[in-house]
């Protein structure tokens, strides 16, 4: 074979793997924009108070059964942002976006936005 037949066959193959690379992006897009539209019609705002947020493994959380079944496997083997919360009277353990993580204050009230069991947003907290 010559030189320029295999530029032509890689770059083909090049072609072919960006291709099948963007319908897959297109399709997982979708996908991530109509979870986006069922959390913001889920979400509320609740008043919590923070006491204690750690990174751990989904298994290792004391989470429901059923929600540490719903969890993709890919997501079992990583450490999660979690935060033990008071939720009225009852103490919760919920799940939370990285950058709301970083940003909660712990032992203080937080007005939060709530999807289900998932921290979307904080809106204020009291000092």
Not at 37 to 42: C, G, L, V
Not at 47 to 52: E, K, R, S
Not at 62 to 91: E, F, H, S, T
């Amino acid at each position: 074979m010559e030189w320029w037949q295999i530029l032509i066959i890689v770059l083909a193959v090049v072609a072919v793997v960006l291709a099948i690379l963007y319908f897959v992006g297109k399709k997982m897009q979708k996908k991530a924009d109509g979870q986006q539209a069922m959390i913001d019609q889920q979400k509320m705002t609740v008043t919590i108070l923070v006491i204690d947020k750690k990174k751990m493994r989904i298994k290792d959380s004391n989470l429901p059964k059923v929600v540490q079944d719903q969890v993709p496997a890919y997501l079992k083997l990583r450490k999660m942002p979690l935060v033990k919360a008071k939720i009225g009277p009852k103490i919760t353990t919920l799940m939370c976006d990285e950058k709301v993580f970083k940003e909660l204050p712990v032992k203080k009230n937080v007005k939060v936005d709530i999807a289900g069991m998932y921290i979307i947003g904080i809106k204020n907290y009291k000092k």
